[in-house]
């Protein structure tokens, strides 16, 4: 099963909405990624969980919160988002560790978010 | 980090080799070059990589020039369902563990 799911995959909140984004994967892997793309535009990184524990911020506001359950489960918690922040939001998974020689991303199929 | 080059957008006739090319003149000794690609509206989808031997797979090729500067993927028999925005990539390292950062990609429309 090389399967990274999302869900949901269309969503669509009011700036004073809570809402959260969930990824799931059962390949073992220890590393997990979200992404942020905006039409037109390539994947841009936003956190990255190595082991768990969160590992890389690429300086993403905090109305953003990821949280990382356990080595299959992925959230992206979102409140008081902005018109702007409407974009396809991916997860992504690796099996982790600089160990390995070759590597590689297995992305799920994204959520479509739209901030009215 | 080192950056990738390639044109934003190539046409390829059905059946033909589309060859999509790559410029990434200041990759370190030990980075490999990855390729995705990107189906309208679905997640990226791993291709191939290699660190400096061609390398071939069941969906393509990849050639790496000897300099390491540049390299090329060829989808040996474009069908429309390749028709897509290919992404070459150089991983590098970053907080103790390998990543990926996408350039902007090549659109890829193959033609009937």
């Known amino acids: 099963d090389t399967e990274v799911t999302q869900t949901p995959k269309h969503l669509v909140m009011g700036m004073t909405n809570k809402k959260s984004l969930k990824c799931e994967q059962h390949m073992g892997h220890r590393a997990m990624y979200w992404y942020k793309q905006k039409a037109k535009k390539p994947p841009e990184l936003m956190f990255v969980?190595?082991?768990?524990?969160?590992?890389i911020n690429e300086s993403v506001p905090s109305r953003f919160s990821p949280e990382c359950p356990n080595s299959s489960l992925l959230n992206l918690h979102l409140h008081a988002l902005q018109p702007e922040d409407s974009a396809l939001y991916l997860c992504?998974?690796?099996?982790?560790?600089?160990?390995?020689?070759?590597?590689?991303?297995?992305f799920g199929p994204g959520t479509r978010l739209t901030v009215t | 980090d080192a950056k990738t080059t390639q044109p934003p957008s190539m046409d390829c006739a059905e059946g033909r080799a589309a060859n999509l090319p790559c410029n990434h003149s200041t990759i370190s000794g030990n980075e490999y070059v990855y390729w995705y690609r990107q189906i309208h509206s679905q997640g990226p989808q791993y291709i191939i990589h290699g660190l400096k031997n061609n390398e071939t797979n069941e969906m393509a090729s990849l050639i790496i020039t000897e300099d390491r500067k540049s390299s090329t993927l060829i989808l040996p028999h474009a069908t429309l369902r390749d028709t897509a925005v290919y992404y070459c990539?150089?991983?590098?390292?970053?907080?103790?563990?390998?990543?990926?950062?996408f350039g902007k990609g090549t659109k890829l429309s193959v033609i009937p």
């Open positions: 969980y190595s082991y768990e524990k969160l590992s």
């Open positions: 992504a998974s690796s099996p982790g560790g600089l160990a390995e020689r070759t590597y590689e991303q297995y």
């Open positions: 990539i150089v991983r590098r390292v970053l907080a103790g563990s390998y990543q990926l950062t």
